[in-house]
Structure formats: structure tokens, C-alpha cells
């Protein structure tokens, strides 16, 4: 997470160099961090980092230093598509063979356990909208802190 903040502080950065700006938009990890821990939305179970003081400070002085360029903007997801991911694959080692097996090779090998059926791809994901957890977000005023005396 530290090093996907460190990249958004380069992009920002380059925003002096770039005619038009920069808009970064964020997804994956780093948008559910920000809407979690910066903004305080409820998106569910994030783990561990999202009750971690440490983790907010880091991302409020992050954000504030890619905010206070006066051309870049952020932008974040207003749905998140979840994916469940299918079982791993567990191919167990054959049996040993048996000792009192006096036959050179053996008996013939049992067959390999069939493969777990999969669902298709659309009943593995859902979609979950960010409208109403970015509604209430909006209502709440959310302070980066200050830089030169203004907030």
C-alpha cells in the first residue's frame, strides 16, 4: 500500500510538466483504502490495515501532497465488481507402491480424481454500487490538514 502511495506522489508530480494536468484514477486496493480509511465509507471487510491509525496518517499526508498540486485530480470507482476466485487446483502424490506387490510395475494406477466444476464466470461475480456509501461520504466534511496555513 506505502508504495502504491509513493507512485500516486510521482504521478502527481508530473502534473507541472503536462499541459493539461493529470487525472489519476484509482481502483483495486488503493480505491477501497481511500474510501475506507480516508473517507470512512463502509465497503465491507478490508482487512487489517483499515483500523490502523498509522495507515490513515500516511494516506492523509499522501493525499494531500498529491492534492495540493493545483492540476491533478483523483477520481475513484462509483462500483466495485467482485470476483470469486475457484478452488486451487490440489493434485495429491500417487500412493506408494505396495511392498507386497511381488508383480514387476505394480497394479495399474488409479484414475486422477476429476477436476472441481467451475462455475461460469458471471455467477462468480457481483457488482456492488458506491452511490449510497459515496452519498453519505459527501454530506461529511474530510480535512488532509494544512499546507502554508490554509486547510
Not at 18 to 25: P, Q, T, Y
Not at 75 to 92: F, G, T
Not at 101 to 107: R, S, V
Request: proline residues 12%.
Amino acid at each position: 500500500l506505502f508504495r502504491k502511495l509513493e507512485l500516486l506522489i510521482g504521478l502527481a508530480r508530473l502534473a507541472k510538466h503536462e499541459a493539461d494536468g493529470v487525472s489519476i484514477v484509482l481502483g483495486g486496493e488503493i480505491a477501497v483504502a481511500v474510501l475506507a480509511c480516508v473517507l470512512g465509507a463502509s465497503v465491507g471487510d478490508v482487512g487489517s490495515y483499515a483500523s490502523k491509525a498509522s495507515i490513515k496518517v500516511a494516506m492523509l499526508e499522501a493525499l494531500l501532497e498529491i492534492l495540493r498540486h493545483d492540476q491533478v485530480s483523483l477520481r475513484l470507482p462509483i462500483d466495485v465488481v467482485c470476483e470469486e476466485l475457484p478452488p486451487p487446483v490440489v493434485e495429491e502424490p500417487p500412493p506408494p507402491p505396495d511392498p507386497k506387490d511381488k508383480k514387476k510395475g505394480g497394479a495399474a494406477a488409479p484414475p486422477p480424481p476429476a477436476a472441481p466444476a467451475v462455475p461460469p464466470l458471471d455467477e462468480r461475480t457481483r457488482t456492488f454500487s458506491l452511490s449510497s456509501a459515496l452519498s453519505k461520504v459527501a454530506k461529511t466534511p474530510v480535512s488532509f490538514g494544512f499546507v502554508s496555513g490554509d486547510e
